[in-house]
Structures are given as structure tokens and as C-alpha cells.
């Protein structure tokens, strides 16, 4: 019994640092007095290679936003792409892509309208699966009058389409780490799904930079935080990409995001694995304990009670299955941690990129 009483005092440590790593208050977001005069010209810029699930209806998210000083630049992968067909019925103007032997496609596609658009004050990146708020443009370059601000982005939902299966429902879970990560300026970073920064902060060097990167928001992410700027964080829900996801691509689509985040950022990794082990033994131990030790165990699943109920708390249509998906979402986590530490590449529509480069 002596035995079982140390390990409860060493689980209840846990409870105690997971409790309050979790309940800990997050620094406020920045206040920025946007002025109403403030109305520079914007491009958005739409990367594209295939057609995502609800290609069309994002195309045309994008045509119908609140702010009205702006155009849209679809960079279809090439003249073949099935996406160019969908740009000319949408009328969306695009250029394709310019060959590239350093970067990825989509850095690639980003590169070339930088280079062929350059009168423009500001420049927006949304990715090609995204549906936007008719305000989502507005709430992205409104930060950027201030000057401190080298870049905004607004973390998408995951959103279940209709008669999605429950794959898909995980998908939404797991996509909230990002929304926690985007609420503590020390973790945050730019969301490739939709970011926007202002003209002069891609000068030559940053350029020369940015065009041999594989992975385009953690590129924009460096140049920032070299630069010594900020990045604001637009926490209100403006962008959300609709999935209907398998076990397969699941596991495929969390992996590779794994894998860019910690190459890109390698504290993350060891912060990761630590987190996610105590909190997958805390909720693993409590369950028997509880049942066959003591009732009294069931403190030790305070941690567990508060991010379902913060997941809940998230989810547009809450369900009783967001409870279960929380008890082995942190074995998914610890998965997608341990498969990308040992990866050398990655594929990303039909192109295998090294890790190395990121």
C-alpha cells in the first residue's frame, strides 16, 4: 500500500501543475484604436493546387467582404491545375505559379504574386480550403496601422461538414492546441490558413529568405520575431476549414503539422512530450484508482473535467462525444509528437519535402 500511496502523491503533483497551468490567465491581446481613415489597399493572395472540399464557396467568401479596398490573386499550381477552371468560373483573377527549385509550391505561388503585385500596402495569404466572415479582411489588416504589429493571424475552426464522421469531429478537437498556443504572445505564431503583414516587412534579404522556405507562415513567423515585431492574434472565430476526414488522412494531416511545428520550433517537442505523458498517465491512473482504491482518486481527474469542459466550451455544436474524444486526444498528440521527431520528410499535395529545410 505504501507503494500505491507515493505514486498518488506523485499524481497528485500533477493535478496540482496541470491544474494550474490550465487555469492560468492569459496575457490580454494588445489594444490597437485602428483610426477610420485608416483604409490601405490589400491583396489577397490564394495559393491553390487541386480543389479543396468547398474550393468555390471559399472563392466566393473572399468576394464578398465587408472591407472593399482590396483585390484577389488566385496562383494556381500550373496552367493544368483543376483549380483554374474553378478561378475563371468564380471570376478571380490568378497567375500561375513560376517554377521553383528552393521553396515549396505554395511559397512558390506566394513568391510569384509578391513579385508581380508590388503596388499594394498590404498583402493577405488565405489558403485555398478556408471559408471566411464577411468581416474576417477587416479584422486581419485593422492591427496592422500600428506599427509594432509585423504581421496578423486568425487561427481557423475545424469545422465538421454535414454527416462528417467522427474522425472529423477529432479533427476539430485537436485544432484547438493552435487556438491555445495563439492566446500567449511566448507560443504564438502565424497560421498559414490566414495571415496578413504589411509590404515593407518582406524587404530583399527577408525575400531571399522566405523564397527558399518550404513552409510559408513559419518563414513569416521568423522574419517578424527577427525584426523584433509582434503578432497579433485575431481571437474572434472569422476563418474555418471544412473537413470530413478518415483515420488515414487524419493521421497524415496532424503528423505533418507536428513535424513544421517542432523542426520550426524544438522547445516545443520537449514541452510536448512531458505535457502530454503526465496528463495521459494522470487520466489513465485516476479512472482505476477511483474505481477500484479510493472514490477520493477522482481529484486527480480535475485536469481531464476542465479541458473537456474547455473543449465544450469551443466546439460550435457541443456533443457528447467531444467527452470521449478528450480521453485519448493526448495519445494523439504524443503520436504525432513521436512520429515527426523520427520523420526525415514530409508529403504535402504530392510533393515530398525535407525536413531539413524548414
Not at 52 to 76: C, H, W
Not at 179 to 201: H, P
Not at 226 to 239: A, C, D, M, R, T
Amino acid at each position: 500500500m505504501l507503494l500505491v500511496d507515493v505514486y498518488l502523491v506523485f499524481l497528485s503533483l500533477i493535478t496540482v501543475g496541470l491544474t494550474a497551468i490550465s487555469l492560468t490567465k492569459k496575457k490580454g491581446e494588445r489594444q490597437i484604436n485602428t483610426p477610420v481613415g485608416y483604409n490601405p489597399k490589400v491583396l489577397v493572395i490564394v495559393p491553390c493546387k487541386g480543389t479543396d472540399l468547398m474550393f468555390e464557396k471559399g472563392l466566393a467568401t473572399l468576394k464578398r467582404q465587408s472591407y472593399k479596398n482590396y483585390d484577389i490573386m488566385a496562383v494556381p499550381d500550373s496552367a493544368a491545375d483543376p483549380s483554374v477552371k474553378a478561378v475563371k468560373m468564380a471570376k478571380v483573377n490568378y497567375i500561375i505559379k513560376r517554377s521553383s527549385k528552393a521553396g515549396s509550391n505554395k511559397v512558390a505561388a506566394i513568391t510569384t504574386a509578391l513579385m508581380a503585385c508590388k503596388r499594394y500596402d498590404v498583402y493577405v495569404v488565405v489558403d485555398s480550403d478556408t471559408l471566411c466572415s464577411r468581416n474576417w479582411l477587416t479584422e486581419l489588416v485593422r492591427p496592422l496601422w500600428d506599427k509594432h504589429v509585423g504581421a496578423v493571424t486568425a487561427y481557423p475552426y475545424f469545422s465538421p461538414i454535414k454527416g462528417a464522421g467522427f474522425w472529423a469531429k477529432v479533427k476539430m478537437v485537436w485544432g484547438f492546441i493552435g487556438n491555445s498556443l495563439m492566446e500567449s504572445e511566448k507560443t504564438r505564431f502565424l497560421s498559414g490558413a490566414s495571415m496578413a503583414f504589411r509590404r515593407g516587412l518582406l524587404d530583399k534579404k527577408s525575400m531571399e529568405k522566405f523564397s527558399t522556405s518550404i513552409s510559408d507562415d513559419i518563414a513569416i513567423t521568423r522574419i517578424v520575431k527577427e525584426k523584433g515585431l509582434l503578432i497579433h492574434y485575431v481571437s474572434k472565430k472569422v476563418v474555418r476549414i471544412p473537413s470530413n476526414d478518415s483515420l488515414g488522412s487524419l493521421i497524415e494531416w496532424t503528423n505533418r503539422q507536428t513535424a513544421f511545428s517542432i523542426r520550426a520550433y524544438k522547445p516545443n517537442f520537449r514541452y510536448g512530450i512531458v505535457y502530454y505523458t503526465a496528463s495521459a498517465l494522470l487520466l489513465y491512473s485516476a479512472v482505476p484508482l477511483t474505481i477500484f482504491y479510493s472514490p477520493y482518486s477522482a481529484v486527480l481527474l480535475l485536469p481531464y473535467v476542465i479541458k473537456a469542459w474547455k473543449t465544450y466550451r469551443r466546439a460550435e455544436k457541443k456533443t457528447a462525444d467531444i467527452a470521449v474524444i478528450c480521453l485519448f486526444i493526448d495519445l494523439l498528440y504524443l503520436e504525432n509528437l513521436i512520429s515527426a521527431r523520427i520523420r526525415k520528410e514530409i508529403a504535402w499535395r504530392g510533393v515530398r519535402y525535407s525536413l531539413e529545410r524548414v
